[in-house]
Each structure stands twice: as C-alpha cells, then as structure tokens.
DNA sequence: TTGCAAGATATGTACGGACAAAAAACGTGG
DNA sequence: CCACGTTTTTTGTCCGTACATATCTTGCAA
C-alpha cells in the first residue's frame, strides 16, 4: 500500500488469476464478500478493483448473480464481431490484394474489419494497438512492425493474451512472441529459389540488396546466401546492400546506397536479387537512365509478384505472393482462433514466375 | 429517483450543460463539494456521476487541481490523432483510389487512420460508429449509408456531436444532419450533364438505370430528368430501371430487372445512362452477349470514371470522380476542423470524359 | 412432479466519514 | 518584486453501513 493504491493491487492480481486460468468454471469463484475477506479491504475497494477488469472486458457482472470471467468468443450474442487488421501499408504495393482477400473472408462471415497502417513506425503500431485494445476487438490480424529488433510494443501484446484477444501474425512477425501462430511466406526458402534461379541461369558475380529491419528480409537475404555458398559462390559484402526502413524512400542518397549502384554500372555484378519488385524496379529504372541495356547487361530477381513486375521494362522475373489467397487464408484462420480452436503457424511456399528479367547467359 | 438512479440522472444533466457550452471557461465550474450542494447528493455520487463523463471523454480530472471540461482538440500532447474512416467499400471501385488520397494526406501529418467498411448495412455502420465512439477517435469521416432513407443512427451522430467530435461526410450525407459538413459531387448537376450530353448527340429515346436509396442517385436521377424535361423530351417509366442496394449483385434476376433489359433487347431506348460505371459495364457485357453491337445499337454513358471505364469494350464515356484529389481534400477538412475551424460544405463539380461508348447518332 | 411463493444471495445505488496526495493560493521574509 | 515555505483547496483512496433490485434456491402446496 505504500505505493500502489490497495484496488489496484487486487485488480492485478485478479488479473493475473484469470490469465493463468484459474477461473475456468465460470463465475470468478469469488463474490465481493468473499474477495474482500480475503484481501482484507472494503466491499467498495473490491468492487473498484472489479471495475477496471470489466473495463477490460476481463469479467461480466451480473446483479443478483455473479461476476463472471469471460472466455473464448467475447461478444456473447448480439452486436457483430470486430476483427482489427493493422498492416505496414494500405495502398500501395501488393497490401491491396492481401487486404481484399482478408476483407472478402470476413465480409462473408459477417464480421466488420478496422483496418489501420503502421508506415513501418514502431510508435504508430503502439498506437494503433492501444485503440483496438479499448476499442474491444474479438481478433487481430497483424504484419509486425520492425520485426527484426527489440518488440517495444510486447507489453500491449501481453495484455491482448491475457484477454484471450486471439491474434494472427502475417508476413512477418516478432520471434518467440507468445505462443501466437503466424502465417508468412517461406523467406529463408525463397531465398534460396532465388540463388538457385540465379546460379543455373549461368550467372557467376550475384549482388543483391535487401532491406534487413525486418525478419522477412533478413530470412530472404540469409537463404539467399546460404544457397550460393552451397553452390561455390561466395559473394564479396560490397556487392551486397543492406538497408533499412528509413531509407526508403531514398536509398539512392546515402554514401552506401550510391557506392552500391556506382558498382553496378562498373558490372562489378552481373545481376541484382532484390528484397522485392518495388526496389527492383526502381535499381532498374536508374540503371537504364545510365545507358544501360536490361535485361541484357543485368539480370534482376525480385520478390511478390507486384504490379511493377508486369509492367516494367523487361518484364520482372519475381516470386510470386499469394496475396488474396495469402489473405483469405489469414481470415479464415483467425476466425476459427476466435471461436476457440488453436492454429498452427503456416509457411506458405513461393512460386517462380518467369519473365524477362533474369534471361539465361553465356559465359562472360 | 423513483425511475433512474441519482447518479445518471446528474449525469445527463452534466452533459447537457457540456453540450451547451455553460462551461466555456475550462473548469466545470463546480467542483465536487459544489455540486453535492447542487444537486444534494453524497460527494460519492458526484463522482460517479462524473467518472461517466470522463469515460466518454468530455471532462479530465486533476488531483489536486479540478475537473475540466474538454473542447477542441482531445488528445492534449502526447498521443497521435487518430481518424475513423467509414466508407461502403474498400477494395472494389472508385474507394481505393479515394482512401488513397484520405491516407497519403492524414500520413504526412502524423495522423493514424482506422478504416471500416459498411457494405451499405445500416446496421453494420451502427457497430462500426458505437466502436468508433468509445476508441475516442478526434474525428471521423463517414459516407453515409442509405442517405434517402431515415437515418437509423441518428442518435448516435448526437453523441458524436456532444462530444465535440468533428464528423465530415463524403459523398453521400444525411440531410439536416446538424450542421455536419459535407464534400460530394453534383449529383444533381451531374445528372443534367449526362441528360445534355445524351440529347446533343442526337439520341431521342433515353432509357436510365438507377440506385435510389442513397442521395447520390436520387439527385443524379432528379438532374437527369429535369434536363431531359427541359430539352423536351419525357422519358416513360418503362424506360427507366430503379433499384436498390439490397438488388445490387443481382438486379438482373428480379422481375423489373430482367423486364428492362427485354425492352432494351427490343431496342425500345436508342442510349441508358448509368448510375455508375459499374453497372454500365456489367449492362453493356449482358447485351453483347445477346448479340447486340455497341456502341452502335445503343448508347451508354456512367458516372465516377472507374477501372471498368477504360477497360470495358467498347470504353465507357463517363462522368470523371476527382478520387484522390477528393480524398486529399476530405481529409485536408478534417484536420482544419479537428483543429477548431468552422467549415462549409462543397459540391464538386464532374467533368466529362469522352470515350467510345457514346458516339454521335444521326436520325434513326 | 410441477408451479409458485418466500427466502437467500449477489450485485447496484447511496450515504457518511476520514485521511492522502497533488496542485493552487497565500503569506512572509528577503 | 521575487523566492520559499505554509495553508487551503481539490481530487484520490479507503472504510463502514444501509437499503434496492435482480437472480437463484428452496420448500411448500396442488
């Protein structure tokens, strides 16, 4: 009592009681007469203490019955499920069409969706998840934020576990996250397919450029290596750039970003594997700006299957991203979490499709 | 007492004064002991009274200091704005392009968007606002949801309203919704542009299709008509098909539907206008299919410029929907109004896209 | 056994008082 | 006039009690 407020301090212990699951019978086991025994405070102090956990949605009340803790499917009858969908971005590259696959699941089923974007910032997540968990979510679908560093947000995931908050991970997520199931693509896998498309298309000087903030990148970068090496090819680190979220917009303009590319148009590399088809496009356009021939002087590998990869010039070799598959899988997973059942984390596979991009060369 | 208990009743009384802005100052006025002289009640009850308040966000407390009554911008410091979005779709037609421009303008000012989808259900934009409310968002931009009809959620817009909560519709809007802005197109206008535009390219026998339980189609419907009226020409019932969302996916399988579309088969109309391009799209697909030739045999034109405009054989001169630039400008609203100023509403005005779909006709 | 009424049990409302802690107001001395 | 400590004001925490009201349980009677 000396330093926290005697109500909060049976409030957190309660909490903490229901998190373990001792109360899996029903009712909170304890009246306020009871509890108040036991902690030796006032029947006000109790019902103070019982206030905040139903602020939380931890425990129902129910005059002249019980307090109860609530499980499994919050919402007991009436109003409509609400599952919340935080994403890096909304509009752009392929989130478009994991979104669509996400909302035409949920629509069907009835649920309403509240979609927010993260723009990569730890802080916005922060404050993202903060208003879905006082906004009363039934389910949240998540593509972690940074996943490759410290969670800064861990506590408020903490908390949506201890109100049996069911969320799902896409993309890419926080490792050794409590226990809550993911679904990705195979990153560490498709970077291996990459070298491997790489290597026996005859290429012999790889470079590649990845973004290594989050654990996507990273698992791309680390099987991408990992292949070459197996195949002889060990790769120099400056024909290697690593970057991450904040540069952006504007990798070009670091001393790195601008060495790198300075390389390339010395065909210190014969082809580029990048983290995805945006940066692809983008490393391609500033090469043809120099006068250089693509596909012919360079080959590029890229990532997702974006919309630049139809339409850029040559035609982007990608593996492709399931996108409203990927996101119809995500929905319908998350709903059977809500109603109860435990899912497992999936590792979707990619699928190489060939374009222009990455032509097959002779010996240079 | 005989009916609510004490403390509600404080409460509303509370609230009502708040609304009314008794207490412009800043405090509440009154403190605790005050306002247990006031309404004789314990010092206990005040203060459940007032925690109410401070749940809905309306007063802050400070220890030691007083209770103050919030208006303007909520969130004091620290802590992002946060903006509810509430559109009918989001990843069909013209909203992700609109949403694109809501979200790259609320980004580049820090703000977090949240964004839900109706579908067009009353209900649904019930759960959807009541969730809204209590996530304490600093302001919301809505589409609203069957605008010809009553407004089921009226209470709820009052709430918003008493909190100080600024709300821009876009759009579609309620009419005589106190005071609440709103940023549309002409429909009216725009319906007089079609209807001009069909008569000086020599079509004599217009036929139309439109939604008419949202504002948007009625006024284009009104426009159109009135135009029509004016240049002499009065279209029989028969020529028009009206329907409503509940028809939207299928309105060729009711009875109406399928009748319009047998007299357009018989060439009864010589052009349609569309309530959008979407449905001109799918119209012209079913009459190709019954082996009619367009746009030779008839004539279309749509409203809002969307994919299927350009794509569509043969391509679908229309009515442009600014989309980003009117996301931009919605969202550009919102923030000037979460920072206190009045604005007004606007009417945008469409500008016409000529594209394939209707040819000037001589006499037929 | 069923139906209903009375009693027991639980939370909801309301009152009173007391002290704690933070902020504001005041007063005093420099 | 300012600085600093003291007093006052105001909200926060905590206790005890009483009664209201909804729900559940029990037991009696048909």
């Known amino acids: 009592m000396a330093e926290q407020p005697k109500y909060l301090q049976v409030a957190d212990i309660l909490r903490k009681e229901i998190a373990e699951g001792k109360f899996r019978d029903g009712q909170t086991l304890m009246t306020e007469e009871e509890l108040r025994m036991r902690f030796n405070v006032s029947r006000q102090t109790v019902r103070q203490a019982i206030a905040l956990l139903e602020d939380d949605g931890l425990v129902d009340r129910r005059r002249g019955s019980g307090t109860y803790v ?143 903030d989050d654990l996507q990148g990273k698992e791309r970068l680390k099987g991408f290596l990992d292949e070459m090496r197996a195949g002889g090819i060990s790769i120099p680190d400056d024909r290697l750039l690593l970057f991450s979220t904040e540069e952006r917009m504007n990798w070009q303009s670091t001393p790195e970003g601008r060495a790198f590319v300075e390389r390339l148009k010395r065909r210190e590399a014969d082809c580029v594997t990048c983290y995805n088809d945006a940066f692809a496009s983008s490393l391609m356009n500033i090469l043809q700006q120099d006068g250089m021939k693509l596909p012919e002087e360079m080959g590029f590998i890229g990532f997702d299957n974006a919309i630049y990869a139809e339409l850029s010039n040559p035609k982007l070799t990608t593996l492709g991203h399931p996108k409203e598959a990927f996101g119809s899988l995500v929905a319908e997973k998350l709903l059977r979490m809500i109603s109860g059942e435990r899912e497992r984390s999936v590792n979707m596979a990619w699928n190489l499709i060939e374009r222009e991009s990455l032509p097959r060369v002779e010996r240079r």
Chains 1, 2 share one sequence.
């Open 70 to 212: 609530r499980h499994g499917p919050r919402r007991r009858m009436q109003g409509t499920l609400h599952v919340g969908v935080i994403t890096t971005y909304i509009t752009d590259y392929i989130f478009p069409n994991i979104v669509s696959g996400i909302e035409s699941v949920l629509s069907d089923n009835g649920v309403v969706m509240t979609l927010s974007a993260t723009y990569n910032n730890v802080k916005t997540e922060r404050s993202i998840l903060e208003r879905m968990l006082d906004g009363q979510v039934d389910g949240l679908i998540v593509e972690g934020t940074r996943t490759a560093r410290e969670n800064e947000n861990e506590d408020l995931y903490r908390r949506l576990a201890e109100r049996n908050i069911p969320v799902l991970f896409m993309n890419s997520y926080y490792p050794g996250m409590m226990n809550m199931p993911h679904v990705v693509m195979d990153d560490y896998g498709g970077g291996r397919i990459a070298a491997r498309e790489v290597l026996s298309r005859g290429y012999r000087r790889p470079g590649g450029m990845f973004k290594v």
